[in-house]
């Protein structure tokens, strides 16, 4: 290996040890695990996030030392949320709260000029494809909903027949759509516990119908819509989790699902 590219890996792998720390961070802080009970081993973390053992063990040293973890036998055990420093907690609810939007803004400019190019250039085999892509979505919940949804927004962008812009956008999917493995390892807070998704068939249909009329200025204004839903109800989730302090500075109760880079969304 070349050394000039050692630094390049050591910085790629500590950013991503920093994620998953402010991630699991927030799923202390939201009540799960609750406190007292043990986190999920070594192995569930790595299928819920997508990360190696490496990066996992050195995230929850993190949490050891920050006084979110404590070891007990051979178990990690979640500290009680009274005990947890006061700047820890405020540290945690920013860098969710400011990760939401972050991930949300992109998203949504890559989207739209994604869906501005379908509603221009779609061939009529195009729009079969996105019907049954929509279709998809009809009648299913839980890990079914969220595997259709990813589905229809990356076939929006391929009919966009831009390859840069596909590229860009399958490239960061794992930061615009939860991982599967993550509601296996929090059952606590899968979508089928929580009910019907946040953006459901009707608002996707909505952009399909756009698109298909070649209407792309409403395409792009139904797109938006349904990921502004998405990304104000994640918002007001995450700024109640145990009265975390809100955006005003206030606090509401309330639970969050967990919105950050690593995970994925339901829009």
Same mark, same amino acid.
């Given at each position: 290996?070349? *050394? ?22 927030? !799923?202390?802080?939201? %009540?799960?695990?609750? &406190? ?8 569930? *973390? ?28 051979? !178990? ?40 501005? #190019? ?15 892509? #929509? ?7 839980? &890990? ?20 840069? #812009? ?21 059952? %606590? ?36 819509? *349904? ?41």
């Amino acid at each position: 290996m070349d *050394l000039d590219d050692v630094p390049n890996l050591k910085l790629e792998r500590e950013t991503l040890v920093d994620r998953l720390t402010v991630q699991l961070r927030q !799923q202390i802080l939201s %009540g799960r695990p609750a &406190p007292g009970e043990a986190m999920p081993v070594e192995r569930e *973390l790595c299928e819920a996030f997508g990360v190696g053992r490496t990066t996992v063990r050195e995230a929850l040293h993190g949490l050891i030392a920050a006084g979110f973890l404590v070891r007990e036998r051979r !178990q990690l055990i979640v500290v009680d949320r009274n005990r947890i420093p006061d700047h820890e907690v405020d540290y945690a609810a920013l860098a969710a709260r400011l990760s939401v939007t972050d991930v949300f803004e992109t998203r949504k400019a890559l989207e739209a000029k994604a869906v501005e #190019l379908a509603a221009r250039s779609w061939a009529e085999d195009d729009i079969v494809v996105l019907r049954e892509a #929509l279709e998809a979505m009809r009648d299913v919940t839980g &890990p079914e909903y969220h595997a259709a949804d990813v589905a229809f927004h990356l076939t929006i962008v391929r009919l966009a027949k831009n390859a840069v #812009l596909q590229q860009v956008y399958e490239d960061a999917q794992h930061l615009f759509f939860k991982l599967p493995g993550f509601w296996r390892v929090f059952a %606590g807070q899968a979508p089928a516990r929580q009910g019907k998704p946040i953006t459901g068939w009707e608002g996707h249909r909505t952009v399909v119908d756009a698109i298909e009329a070649r209407d792309a200025e409403a395409a792009v204004r139904a797109n938006t819509e *349904l990921l502004d839903r998405v990304e104000r109800t994640l918002i007001e989730r995450l700024a109640g989790a145990g009265k975390l302090p809100g955006p005003d500075g206030a606090a509401t109760p309330g639970a969050i699902p967990n919105p950050t880079p690593l995970t994925r969304s339901d829009g």
